[in-house]
């Protein structure tokens, strides 16, 4: 018989502005797929039978037995829709079956978009598909379907049967598909329309007050930065939001905040979702946004595409479990395995996705809201390389290129090596477990194992190149006036986030910083302890120094909700009321080192809106604060190394692993294991010193030991620079006048181009150092000296050198491996170690400047302070609480304990303490009764003039 077909079309309310489509078949439903599951809705009454058979060539039979009458009624779902032109394809035999009276025996359901599936009739509508014409009958053909209008999704079929006669009647259904043409814009057409420059322009402005905002034209975004997850409720308050970041879903389905793929099918992307997730975001009132272009991995038709063609190179990187079984489907449970950046298919596919969603956007009616984009490379929360990408052919060959272009000849690569066999078209970049262990506790020397020397270096180069890349393409796409991010990868490389094995070093992160394409840095919150008045936050200010030193804004991302629950990264949060004095805390911390803050945790609190009048506030005070001084004129400098962990071992060894336990003896838990084996060097070598800078009570600078301009400081703290060249050596020698006072700690200068040794140590702080190789507690007990050195009475006790802001016992485990003692009798001892080892703490003066060494990574927060006081710094609050200072603020985050504290100024200033608007007379001193666990924020000013503002 002739084919059967059916004309239907929807009415379509809504025209792509980008029209150009290449269209194509492609597969949205077919019921042969082995996964389609059928349910059974309506059985036949008893003695009536019903029943479902399932033939391996596809065939589904549903079958029917009884007397006439008989019905019997399955639902096969879709899962999946698309807004497209659609077909349903069908082949249908049937026997004994009438149709059913005002349905159709196979039907289409829709559902509403717009409306709940249990409003009523209204929320839905069946097309009828096909009907028997007799009682024997088979018929095949397709019933078009205009989508486009996304009015409607699609739910799934209705199969209805009766039996025409007494008996069994069977409907076998061979054939059923539904089909949709692809949406994807020409090429020449979204060049088109991107030859266009956006109408607005985005910048980064840099006041001459010390503070850093994000502009469009001239005028200045009021407001915190907000992530889309926070507004994720249709009835969010206004809490000051100016700048919303909207995640755009471009690579696989994800289970977290990604949501679904927008690239759902080979020739289809969900450009009415894309429309729709950014206009939510915009909003009544019209707030900024900065798209995050999310690409943490290939949706899964694209690497099955690919491991389809036995053409392709390197098909086991992209080879997936059942990919054929996923070919045309939107996700699989499968994770693609060794995904690399440097395949030029995958940079082609990057490109795509940021210039049809730049493209598009510019087309829509928020167009002039899109300020700017971030292309999200990295997977899983901390945003870091692919797993297995060193294992791709494509980051084999890229690696052989970087060494022809390092090396330059062959023999100089074998020399390198240590490989007489070794060539630049052979050379193979070893995996991060086989980077091997270090020579000294965790330190490589840096004369040996050079293969995995330099495939550490390009592993962390190249992620950095591709991610600087990725933020060209931004500024390509909008003609350099839109804001291009960077997030995760090397900026992550001091944080302790969960499952984080990308301990980079200074070179990829100077590619970020002197990146002219990058204009904001995405920095994660770092070990904030939630107790309130504990803890703090430390190595985000660090990293965000280095950022606005090169002009990048840094944006830290506060995930912390303000709804009581328990958060991924941090403990039990219980009472929503605890949740104040965290953020205060974290915002004042931000505010008065120029960071924008990013609020990502859930910002609705329904109880009485506590949580967003907090936020309200905070905007208030950041908009204020451009309009006064916000720069710190320090006195003291700390000076860092960006590549701090170039010369350390990555990864996590195990307790039992005594040739390596301490500097890099990780543990699972991210703030290390505690027991007499193993701790975190992480936290207690980078980012537990790092937060007693801020318990000083004194304004400071955090500079590269690359960019230090030593006549800006009195005090100049070298922190942690391990790695020396001759050109570092020249820049402390050029600090050792003008009555400096200089610090050092632990392993400065150990290591060179040639060699690890103590030496190195000594050569850098003017104090004969010697190494043990051997781990030592974190313990230290003063010497009769520090008495006299901090002006008050010491007795032996450790004098808090740990500063343990958690539990004493687990500190004092923690150990350092190697171990370096002061070994100079011309120095004054100050504290030792308890474990017997000898000289753990020592000053030394000079003709013209003083030297001051500590064998502990951490240096005591009175005896930093103490430094500062003999060298002419002024130190505004001589109590550890927190403490944040530049020229029109101080900040405190107080000790868990309530008293009085003492303000000390350089002359008489009124304070005004903002949060609770409380007045405080012009005086040089200020005695302030605190409440303990609390943040404070003074205006250095009177009411008045905070009002003015």
Known sequence: ????????????????????????????????????????????????????EHYQNGERRFEISGAAGARARWFIPVHSTVFSACDIKFDIGSDNIDPVHGKANLSLS???????????????????????????????????????????????????????????????????????????????????????????????????????????????????????????????????????????????????????????????????????????????????????????????????????????????????????????????????????????????????????????????????????????????????PYPGREQSTYYAQSFRRWLEARYGSVQRLRSAWRDEAVDFAAAVPLPPSGWGAGTIGGFAHPLIRRQAADSRLFYYESWSQTLVDLAGLVKEAGHGRLLAGVVGGPVNQFHPLWNDHFRGGGEPLRMILESDWVDFVEIPLDDVDLRNGAGGSGVEQVIGDLLRRHHKLPLVRNDISFSPRDHLLQQAIRDAADIAPIHRRIFVSNLLNNHQLQIAGDVSDRQDGAACADLKLFAEIVRKSRKVRMRRSPECAFVVDPDTFSHFLPGRHSARDRSNRGVLAYSPDRRGGYDDDNGSAYFYTIALPRLVWHRLGAAFDVVSIDDIEPDRYKTIVFHHVNYLDSRRLDAIDRCRDAARWLVFSWATGFTSDRYLSARGVSRASGITVKMINKSSRMQLTATPAMGTFLNRRVDASPLGWLYAYRDPYYCGNVQTFPTFVVDDATATELAAYADGDGAAVAVKEFSDWTSVYSGSPVVNPEVLRTVLKNSGCHVFLETSDQCFINDSFIAIHTLPHDGVREVILPGEEPLYEVFRRQSLAAAERHHLELEGGRTYLFFRGSEARWSAL
């Open 110 to 384: 829709l559902l509403s978009k717009n409306v709940d599936a249990n409003d009523g009739d209204n929320a839905s509508k069946t097309i009828p598909v096909y009907s028997a014409a007799g009682t024997r009958d088979h018929a095949f053909g397709s019933v078009p379907l205009d989508m486009t209008a996304a009015e409607w999704t699609i739910d799934g079929f209705y199969v209805d049967i009766e039996l025409a006669a007494e008996g069994v009647g069977f409907f076998l259904v061979t054939d059923l598909q539904v089909t949709f043409s692809g949406n994807l814009p020409a090429d020449s057409e979204t060049t088109r329309v991107l030859e266009t420059p956006p109408d607005a322009e985005a910048r980064i402005m840099w006041s001459e007050n010390g503070s850093a905002a994000i502009a469009v034209g001239d005028n200045v975004i009021d407001g915190l930065v907000f992530d889309a997850r926070a507004l994720a409720t249709a009835d969010y308050p206004d809490c000051g939001v100016g700048v919303v970041r909207v995640p755009l879903n471009f690579g696989v389905d994800s289970g977290d905040f990604a949501g679904r793929s927008l690239w759902r099918y080979p020739d289809y992307i969900d450009f009415h979702g894309l429309r729709d997730t950014v206009r939510a975001a915009v909003g009544e009132k019209n707030n900024y946004i900065i798209l995050d272009v999310l690409l943490g991995q290939p949706p899964s038709w694209w690497a099955s595409s690919l491991a389809e063609d036995p053409a392709e190179a390197d098909l086991s990187a992209f080879a997936t479990p059942g990919a054929a079984k996923a070919r045309g489907k939107s996700s699989v449970d499968d994770t693609v395995a060794n995904i690399s950046d440097s395949d030029p298919r995958w940079k082609d596919y990057r490109r795509r996705c940021v210039r049809y969603a730049l493209a598009f956007c510019r087309q829509q009616d928020y167009a002039d809201r899109i300020v700017g984009c971030a292309v999200v490379a990295g997977i899983g929360h901390n945003r870091r």
């Open 1 to 52: 018989m002739a084919p059967l077909r059916i004309q239907l079309t929807l009415a379509s309310a809504f025209v792509y502005a980008i029209s150009t489509l290449a269209f194509g078949e492609n597969i949205l439903f077919d019921i042969t797929d082995a996964g389609t599951v059928l349910k059974q809705e309506v059985n036949p009454a008893p003695p009536h039978t019903a029943m479902l």
